[in-house]
């Protein structure tokens, strides 16, 4: 089993920037992926980014790409996303997923999640 934890929401200006965390238990097993995903408020669940923790394969939103960038602390088991030019529309609970089941949209681990608020 692994547990995830999520840190670094907050509420920023639009045009800002956050860097979100996500603290893995243990090592996620032999498909070492993580990912990001978010949830507005009456909206489904979407797709932010992912990675493997080799560094490679490395995949956006298109509504993120080039704003956003995912990347990791294998010694520390930590992903991260690192968000910038922020608009009202990143807003949402950020949610960090691991061990992907089908690549790179579905996970068998999730984080409780974790606020985002862009203000305008």
């Known amino acids: 089993q692994v547990q995830l934890a999520e840190s670094g929401g907050g509420l920023v200006q639009a045009g800002g920037s956050l860097r979100l965390s996500c603290a893995a238990s243990?090592?996620?097993?032999?498909?070492?992926?993580m990912a990001w995903f978010r949830q507005a408020s009456g909206k489904e669940r979407e797709f932010v980014a992912a990675?493997?923790?080799?560094?490679?394969?490395?995949v956006y939103a298109n509504s993120v790409k080039g704003r956003f960038t995912i990347s990791r602390d294998n010694a520390e088991n930590t992903a991260y996303l690192d968000m910038n030019s922020l608009k009202p529309g990143d807003t949402g609970v950020y949610y960090c997923?691991?061990?992907?089941?089908?690549?790179?949209?579905?996970?068998?681990?999730w984080g409780q999640g974790t606020q985002v608020t862009v203000s305008s």
């Open positions: 243990a090592r996620t097993g032999s498909r070492y992926a």
């Open positions: 990675m493997y923790w080799n560094g490679g394969s490395r």
């Open positions: 997923a691991a061990e992907t089941t089908k690549w790179p949209y579905d996970y068998k681990y």
